[in-house]
């Protein structure tokens, strides 16, 4: 049978392959002829044989790991849940519930093709690719796959829907319209405050320092410190709200998808369509940008590394900025004209 692959040495002493059907040469980095005819041998045998090869190397990889012939993508995904805790457990175990992953979910990893991913990717949402990805590259760092199932640079770029903010009049009809009394202050403190819909609920008494005016709080999602402070309209929702304990005692055990699912409702009532609870924190930073509060107070409202600030004050609100000939006369020194008398002492 003829060669596909081909050797030759250099001046310098290293072998060289050659590939008679596009040409390419690469170094076998080795100046033995013996390496070389075993690397040769070998180049010219992958090619022959591609299915023996594969079957060679699961021989190989088994040997090391017993169950790597049998894992399946389950227990790949039951592995991770088990790192996780808390909130980020139940976003896992009903992210992975996606019915995308149903065409490969039980299927032994050494037994997946490329394929397999693409439909799920064509199937699903962005979520889907978002926590595939995480699947993926858990199972090639914990050496359970031999190679990437697809090359980064080809797996679809995540596009996610945008977000924007509540407006005054939607708020207003929500209030008018909601009728527990306990969901209309939730409602009312997320517009003043603009913070995620769990650390608002979370709020104690504790968090509110009466004399300095701030409500202070570190938020789940990422530890950071966020310090607000608060006005007149503030005191008088607060004057509201319990004095000992949780600010908002029953919404406060409540799942993340409960509150959302009974503000989801409440838009559908009223006609409302494109925002969650989440707008509440974009449209806090919106409103800050447009009057022109400094982006550095709105991080400390909102966190240093807040989405809704980095968006509001790149782009998105839109302020009417003075022109620089007003800046200048408004800010120019004053210059005081020399009284008569003083004109009389020079002389």
Not at 171 to 181: I, V
Not at 291 to 316: D, I
Request: hydrophobic content about 40%.
């Amino acid at each position: 049978m003829k060669q596909r692959y081909h050797c030759y040495r250099r001046e310098n002493g290293i072998y060289y392959s050659i590939d008679t059907l596009t040409k390419k040469r690469q170094s076998l980095n080795t100046n033995t002829p013996e390496e070389a005819r075993r690397l040769l041998n070998a180049l010219n045998e992958a090619c022959q044989q591609p299915a023996l090869n594969m079957e060679i190397a699961r021989v190989y990889l088994q040997h090391g790991d017993q169950d790597y012939a049998k894992r399946t993508w389950r227990q790949v995904m039951d592995r991770m849940g088990d790192l996780k805790s808390g909130s980020t457990s139940l976003r896992w175990k009903s992210a992975v519930k996606d019915s995308a992953f149903d065409g490969f979910r039980e299927l032994p990893l050494v037994k997946t093709q490329s394929e397999h991913f693409l439909e799920a990717l064509k199937q699903g949402t962005v979520s889907t690719n978002v926590f595939l990805r995480r699947i993926h590259n858990f199972a090639l760092d914990m050496d359970w796959l031999p190679r990437p199932l697809i090359p980064k640079r080809q797996w679809p770029q995540v596009v996610f829907e945008a977000k924007r903010a509540i407006t005054w009049v939607e708020h207003q009809q929500l209030l008018a319209q909601e009728a527990d009394a306990e969901y209309h202050a939730y409602y009312e403190m997320l517009w003043h405050l603009g913070g995620s819909q769990s650390d608002i609920a979370r709020l104690n008494v504790e968090n509110v320092n009466w004399e300095d005016r701030t409500i202070a709080y570190f938020r789940m999602k990422t530890d950071s410190r966020v310090m607000f402070h608060f006005g007149d309209l503030v005191v008088e929702l607060l004057k509201k709200l319990p004095e000992i304990g949780p600010l908002f005692p029953r919404l406060r055990p409540l799942r993340g998808t409960i509150r959302a699912t009974h503000f989801h409702r409440q838009c559908a009532l009223q006609g409302i369509t494109g925002v969650t609870l989440h707008s509440y924190r974009y449209a806090w930073a919106q409103r800050a940008k447009e009057a022109g509060y400094p982006e550095r107070f709105a991080q400390e409202a909102l966190g240093h590394n807040s989405v809704a600030v980095h968006r509001a004050y790149a782009m998105k609100a839109s302020v009417k900025l003075p022109s620089l000939e007003e800046y200048e006369r408004k800010n120019a020194p004053v210059i005081l004209a020399p009284t008569p008398l003083l004109v009389n002492q020079a002389k």
